[in-house]
């Protein structure tokens, strides 16, 4: 390990910044990490929606992390939108001849705005040749339910019994995201595939909630190298994020649901202590 982690994205773009390969480096960064990103697709899109998707080829996601890799080991990977079954299995065997020390996989299908940005016919893919290689997945309720193939969750008893019913699909550790659920606090079941562990937090007050997926992600993913165990680390992206979401209303970005402020501890200002600053 060196003194600064150096914190792969491998992911698509986000115009507006608030999610994907922008969303990640911005996160990286906030905690500390040293970002490289791999871009796996050029997205038009802003706090309003995506229009327009164009996939890079599995090629050249190929070239970009051969070239990338040889040069610059990666202490931690974060794993997003791939869009395609051809570009999953080019990661899949980056990840097979690099063998970075942790992985975490987001598996982005759905955008916050409702728009498909993993192709129906690359789930299968997604499921058995990646999940297997990560060392921690983060879906989201809706997620879970693709990849499972059945409803999404209503509650924590259903939530359990899907981390269960992923690790039986070969995932290492899981944490099933429960901001979709209704209530005070939001709950995620995390799991390292024997007792699972409920994480309560706050359920924060805006609407401006674009990029969180990618962020709490990116947030492990950084935070890892540095934390003495998956937990840990899981833990206090948890913490980072809800500051990031607490601080969201500042930012006045878009006409949509505006990103999370990622940099909600750095930004300062010193005639009113303690708040962001909003430049």
């Known amino acids: 390990m060196t003194a600064v982690p150096k914190v792969l994205s491998i992911a698509g773009t986000d115009p507006s910044g608030g999610a994907g390969i922008q969303g990640d480096l911005k996160t990286f960064s906030a905690l500390g990490g040293y970002g490289m990103a791999v871009i796996t697709g050029l997205v038009a899109q802003t706090t309003t929606g ?11 996601v190929h070239a970009q992390l051969e070239t990338l890799l040889t040069d610059v080991p990666a202490d931690a990977v974060k794993i997003g939108m ?24 987001d598996p982005v299908m759905v ?3 409702g728009d498909r940005l993993l192709a129906a016919d690359a789930v299968a893919a997604l499921r058995e ?33 899907q981390v269960r019913r992923l690790h039986a699909l070969g995932a290492r550790r899981v944490l099933l ?34 990029g969180t997926g990618c962020t709490l992600s990116s947030a492990i993913a950084a935070l890892r190298p ?40 750095l930004w300062r200002d010193e005639r009113d202590e303690g708040h962001a600053l909003v430049r």
């Open 50 to 60: 995506v229009r327009e998707i164009l996939e890079v080829p599995a090629a050249f």
């Open 82 to 105: 791939l869009g395609e079954a051809s570009v999953i299995h080019a990661v899949a065997a980056a990840l097979d001849r690099f063998s970075p020390p942790y992985v975490v996989l």
């Open 111 to 113: 955008a916050t705005s």
């Open 129 to 161: 040749v990646l999940l297997p290689r990560a060392d921690l997945i983060t879906p989201n309720l809706p997620e879970a339910a693709d990849l499972l193939g059945d409803r999404p969750a209503t509650d924590i008893a259903e939530m359990r019994d």
């Open 177 to 210: 995201k429960g901001g979709h659920l209704d209530g005070v606090t939001c709950v995620d079941v995390y799991s390292e595939g024997d007792r699972p562990v409920e994480i309560a937090v706050p359920r924060i007050p805006t609407r401006h909630t674009h």
């Open 226 to 265: 540095g934390s003495s165990d998956w937990l840990t680390a899981v833990r206090e992206a948890k913490d980072y994020l809800t500051g990031a979401l607490r601080a969201a209303d500042t930012l006045h970005v878009g006409q949509g649901r505006g990103p999370v402020h990622h940099f909600h501890a």
